[in-house]
């Protein structure tokens, strides 16, 4: 499967990964980049959707309620989120009062539930980790949503410069169940400033997978299996868009890598 998608510039809607080409089977992920006053229009279908804005302000309007002056940030780094929260068999319309970015992370979902919003200080901060994995993780969509919404879970991770995240290594595929719950992921990622980078490591024990990627600004991951730790470059901040879901609930116990979890006495 295509697990990892180069950055593109567009403007408009595109697709970064979806069912069909990815090889997941619960998520799917796409980016609107709007100038002002532009407007983007769509259906979920069988998908839940969290419209995440990552730059600028916009109009959002689903399930006949609108919400004006959303958002605001001028890039991720500069303060928490914004989110809609669209149920499945909806229509929505995003319209841009500035520049707009917006990641649309969708799930697939047969319950049906009212669209909300998640605003800045609803967002859920966490400071994990230790010496060199410190890192600072936003629920977005998280305990915070239970009975709201289906499948999904989202928020945001912060690597400083040169600190790692999702470490010491950790997965959520199912092999260990129930031990360990079974959760497709999607990243997506930007970084600070932004000519810099960060690696996305990927592997299994048995070694059918053992990966690593550069990531620069706007590139995204699919994560069906394995490990996936992420490293940013010294210098950098690195930040990704995280969302899971899978048919084990919504339970997040992530099974770290036997051979490191003596990092975490």
């Known amino acids: 499967m295509r697990r990892f998608s180069k950055a593109e510039r567009f403007n408009g ?56 002056g959303l958002g605001g940030r001028r890039t991720v780094f500069e303060g928490k989120a914004t989110a809609v929260y669209v149920p499945c068999q909806s229509s929505f319309v995003i319209e841009a009062e500035t520049e707009l970015e917006v990641g649309i992370c969708k799930a697939k979902a047969e319950k049906r539930f009212e669209p909300f919003v998640v605003y800045p200080e609803e967002v859920v901060v966490h400071r994990r980790g230790k010496e060199t994995w410190k890192r600072e993780v936003h629920d977005i969509i998280a305990d915070n949503a239970d009975g709201r919404v289906h499948r999904i879970v989202l928020g945001e991770t912060f690597n400083e410069p040169g600190s790692w995240s999702s470490y010491p290594p950790h997965k959520h595929d199912g092999e260990h169940a129930p031990e360990e719950p079974d959760l497709e992921e999607i990243y997506y990622y930007q970084v600070d400033p932004e000519q810099g980078f960060g690696v996305q490591l990927h592997y299994t024990k048995d070694g059918e997978i053992d990966d690593a990627y550069i990531v620069r600004q706007g590139d995204s991951f699919a994560i069906d299996k394995g490990y996936h730790p992420v490293a940013a470059a010294g210098g950098y901040r690195v930040y990704y868009l995280w969302f899971m879901a899978g048919p084990t609930g919504r339970t997040l116990k992530p099974y770290d890598d036997p051979d490191h979890r003596w990092l975490t006495r």
């Open 13 to 68: 809607y595109r697709d970064i990964f979806t069912f069909e080409e990815q090889g997941l089977k619960y998520l799917a992920f796409g980016k609107a980049a709007l100038e002002a006053g532009q407007t983007y229009r769509a259906d979920t279908e069988q998908c839940e959707a969290v419209i995440v804005l990552l730059k600028g302000k916009a109009t959002v309007s689903t399930g006949g309620k609108t919400w004006n």
